[in-house]
């Protein structure tokens, strides 16, 4: 089965660091993905691996180990801006090739001032 | 400026009501999904196509939701009858089906149903 496990909520301070944690159970495993949601808005694009390691985006960060099934979220410099919820998602590629997006339920961050 | 469309953004219907919400992908991509979020579930995963074709719509219930893609450019997602439980936002989102990197899917903004 499929299954992606991260925190629900997570709070922190403005100009402090903060690591998101995914843990994921998936058979087709083709490259994990960080979204970013707002409040009644749409999730946008952060974050993209497939390949272990760690990939560098400006404040943020996204690593990944496949051989445990783990990924994390850093956020550097907070800002207030930054509260915002955050989903881990896994790309499952079937038996018959194709493709989708299984989501976590999303961490909460909220940065304090 | 390519993004998913979504249309309405809110709608507020009673029980039993019919329900369409549609979908207009980012041109040229060729995998469109349907999701819905709720705060206890987060992103379901209602169904996909790919080139149009339904690939797999075992997330949704059969008995009163359906997806239909007519045109490239077009997804619809009906609910009929619809029930308070259906309440939620629902959203669209596109992507291009090719396993190679960086390709993300797009989200629309989303449709917010209320069923009374």
């Known amino acids: 089965g499929q299954n992606i496990d991260q925190p629900t909520e997570m709070t922190a301070t403005e100009g402090a660091i903060v690591q998101i944690n995914c843990t994921y159970q998936?058979?087709?495993?083709?490259?994990l993905f960080w979204y970013q949601q707002h409040a009644g808005e749409a999730p946008t694009f952060l974050s993209y691996?497939?390949?272990?390691g760690l990939e560098e985006k400006g404040r943020f960060s996204s690593f990944l180990s496949r051989s445990k099934g783990y990924s994390y979220l850093l956020l550097k410099e907070l800002q207030m801006k930054d509260s915002a919820s955050y989903l881990c998602a896994v790309r499952d590629r079937s038996t018959s090739g194709t493709y989708k997006y299984i989501f976590g339920t999303g961490t909460r961050l909220k940065v304090l001032a | 400026d390519a993004r998913v469309t979504q249309t309405p953004r809110h709608k507020v219907t009673e029980m039993g009501q019919e329900v369409t919400m549609r979908c207009q992908p980012i041109l040229g991509h060729n995998t469109v999904f349907w999701y819905r979020q709720t705060m206890m579930q987060g992103l379901e995963l209602l169904a996909y196509?790919?080139?149009?074709?339904?690939?797999?719509d075992s997330g949704m219930p059969k008995d009163r939701f359906s997806a239909e893609m007519p045109d490239a450019t077009l997804a619809t997602l009906k609910i009929q009858p619809s029930e308070p439980r259906d309440s939620a936002v629902y959203f669209c989102a596109s992507g291009l089906d090719w396993g190679g990197q960086n390709t993300e899917a797009f989200f629309g903004q989303g449709t917010r149903l209320t069923v009374v």
């Open positions: 196509f790919r080139n149009r074709a339904p690939l797999d």
């Open positions: 691996n497939v390949l272990d």
């Open positions: 998936t058979s087709g495993f083709n490259g």
